[in-house]
């Protein structure tokens, strides 16, 4: 199958809009867990948070879906597994191979890496003396596991891989995946209303003494969903093209839908349980999904030599990129008077060049790659 390169293409712009979010996420005055805070009190008077209201719904859920459909072109037809071949890989193999992409840097990587995120994530908390009699030892393994950020989505990423070897088992013919690919342009779009299903098992009034805030962070059916949809729907090339035709209306129907959803939903938490689970935030997300899509494979299935390197390293810069936002935020925040608008352009700017650069740096460390970015070898 050759290479579609508007898939590849998606996924790393994907990834820096994450980057972009970023930015605003960790000066924002909503009230959204994470960051430092903004710059005035009022949550109605920080006009660039509208960069949350307008990333937030759909780009995680898209990640997840388009990592749905990499993992069909991975595995194959199920009726083929356990054959090996260079084309596809075993149920074995995609275990073993996610294992060490998604695994080990969220955990090992922890502590070889991600702990200077904690750092810096667990300043504010020192700076009050929360921690000052806690020993040096036990703090670093606070900061490991403080620095876990953005990995909340390829701890889950993995349990989705494992899960989906399980699926393939019991649709061991690919009677549903065959039957999924027949699905009507209504038919696609109504499956937002799975997006909603999903958006409902997020727990409405977590209870601060308990886990459930950590579960709406990682909202694994809220996100299970589109990853399953990414596998048995959009990596149907019939699908693919039905999405394509339509894109121009659905980007017109997701810019008014995002347009009502600010209007209606500015100045509350964006990342509130009921805000997500509301149908309004729900329809702009799916609507933003297909014409995101749609938008892709009809104006960016070619590549470059800029794209080609994104396409092998969005995920290392993903995975490293947090650490600018964390360290450079806090400090320019802390300890500079610098206007508002001079700290969100110097950490959009370093995010976006020093992040490649960090991800150059540790790809070429042998043993630290292994840990931070789960490749053996460097590429």
Known sequence: MARKHWIDNLRWATVLLVLFYHVFYFYNNKGVFGGIGGFVDDPMRQPQDVVMYILYPWFMMLLFLVAGISSRYA????????????????????????????????????????????????????GTGVFADVPAFIMYFICAFSGTGPLWFIQDLWIFSLLLVLVRKIDKNDRFWKWCGKASMPVIILLGVLVWLGSQALIMNPRPESADGLYNLYKPLTYFVPFLLGYFVFSHDEVQEKVEKIHLPMLIGA???????????????????????????????WLMILAMLGCFKALFDKTDAFATYMTKSSFGIYIVHYLVIASLGYMMKTYTSLAPWMMYVILFVAVMLLSPVIYEVVKRIPFVRWCVLGEKKRR
């Not at 083929?80 to 191979?97: A, L, N, R």
């Not at 100045?267 to 702009?284: Q, R, S």
């Open 255 to 285: 810019v008014a839908a995002g347009v009502a959803l600010v209007w209606t939903g500015w100045g509350k938490c964006n990342t509130d349980p009921e805000f997500l689970a509301g149908w309004l935030n729900c329809l702009y997300a």
């Open 75 to 126: 595995l194959g037809p199920a009726a083929s597994e356990p054959v090996e071949g260079p084309q596809y890989q075993t149920h074995k193999q995609f275990i073993k191979s996610r294992t060490l992409k998604l695994l080990v840097p969220s955990t090992i990587g922890l502590f070889v890496f991600h702990w200077m995120t904690g750092y810096f994530n667990t300043a504010v908390a020192r």
